[in-house]
């Protein structure tokens, strides 16, 4: 089989609704291994914000392979990295941050003779969505020693893949719970963080991954009941989510409650209950967003909550019932006896 005509190729979100014929997708679950021949070009993405590479080859988008100090920093062989005496760089700061050793941490930072050169908002991330709480730590150090600057994607990394312990000794170091992702005019972000240059604070992204602890740990650093935390209107729900327009601001709660997290969802109604008929930039409460999931737990617990479900967007005009029907959810739209969404 030839290879494929190498393509101007966008992310993949663009080819949710219908991808061009010479372009073969796969979807791998966790665990999977994926061989691609050799002589075909190929990329990867994560549709849920991470993707991990195993195997590390290829450190320059694969125009190179791995050098020897590489492969004793991912091996966390200290000893052949300080006979090989390497010239630290970004992607071995990188590596060494995501696999978390201490040791080869220490000796790099200790090496380190442009620390300009390095992203420390990347490398922080890395050690951050891994876990690596002593890794983080040194880094810490090494980053103010230095003189450069510790950026909030730290706390943003670890909330983005659920990591309870790093967030709350993040929190406890003074990380900011309600600092945004955004970036500045000379900023960039991570290869690996949020792609899509939203700004989202920790809150929407425990809220959109449903992590519910993390959630808790981020409402009691925000002094518990806060309707400008839970109410924020800080992010357009991504076109590349499912079952999303790009067109809508969304609150950490129209999140929860679009992706299907009802313990999530309960935690942040109890924060803030005022807010169960909050609406975002088009005019849709959380009980829209959640017929638009489809998920029919959330829909019985705003319900319950005391949503209204005769409420009607400000675009369209569509009640929740109307939303839940446009996507096609009938199990959402049955008869409210069965704690479903009358026709209004």
């Not at 988008?61 to 630290?88: C, F, N, R, T, Y």
């Not at 003779?113 to 880094?139: K, Y």
């Not at 719970?177 to 900023?187: H, I, R």
Request: proline share 7%; glycine share 8%.
């Amino acid at each position: 089989m030839p290879p494929p005509t190498r393509l101007e190729i966008a992310e993949p979100w663009n080819y949710v609704a219908e991808k061009p014929s010479e372009v073969i997708a796969c979807v791998c679950e966790p665990g999977d291994v994926l061989y691609v021949p050799q002589a075909w070009w190929r990329s990867m993405w994560n549709l849920d914000d991470l993707s991990l590479g195993m195997g590390w080859e290829g450190a320059d988008h694969g125009d190179s392979d791995w050098d020897e100090a590489m492969h004793a920093v991912a091996d966390g062989d200290l000893q052949l990295l300080k006979s090989l005496d390497p010239q630290v760089s970004q992607e071995m700061m990188y590596l060494a941050a995501r696999t978390g050793d201490e040791e080869v941490v220490a000796y790099l930072l200790s090496r380190l003779s442009h620390p300009s050169d390095i992203h420390w908002g990347t490398v922080a991330a890395a050690a951050a969505i891994s876990g690596h709480q002593s890794a983080l730590s040194l880094l810490r150090k090494g980053v103010a020693s230095h003189g450069t600057v510790w950026h909030p994607w730290v706390l943003h990394a670890a909330v983005l893949c659920g990591q309870l312990a790093t967030v709350e000794a993040l929190l406890a170091d003074g990380a900011a719970p309600k600092a945004t992702d955004a970036l500045t005019a000379d900023e960039s972000a991570p290869d690996h963080f949020i792609q899509d240059g939203i700004p989202w604070t920790p809150l929407h992204l425990a809220c959109w991954n449903g992590h519910e602890d993390v959630v808790n740990a981020l409402l009691k650093a925000s002094g518990g009941s806060d309707l400008d935390f839970v109410g924020k209107e800080t992010a357009p729900v991504p076109m590349w989510r499912p079952a999303s327009s790009i067109s809508a601001g969304a609150s950490p709660l129209h999140l929860a409650a679009l992706r299907g997290h009802p313990q999530v969802l309960q935690h942040l109604l109890d924060a803030a209950p005022e807010l169960a008929d909050a609406v975002d930039a088009s005019e849709a409460t959380p009980l829209h967003r959640a017929a638009q999931g489809g998920d029919m737990e959330v829909v019985q617990q705003l319900l319950l909550q005391g949503a209204d479900p005769g409420a009607k967007t400000g675009d369209a005009g569509l009640t929740p019932w109307q939303v839940a029907e446009a996507h096609g959810f009938p199990g959402v739209t049955s008869s409210s006896a069965s704690g479903g969404l009358d026709e209004h």
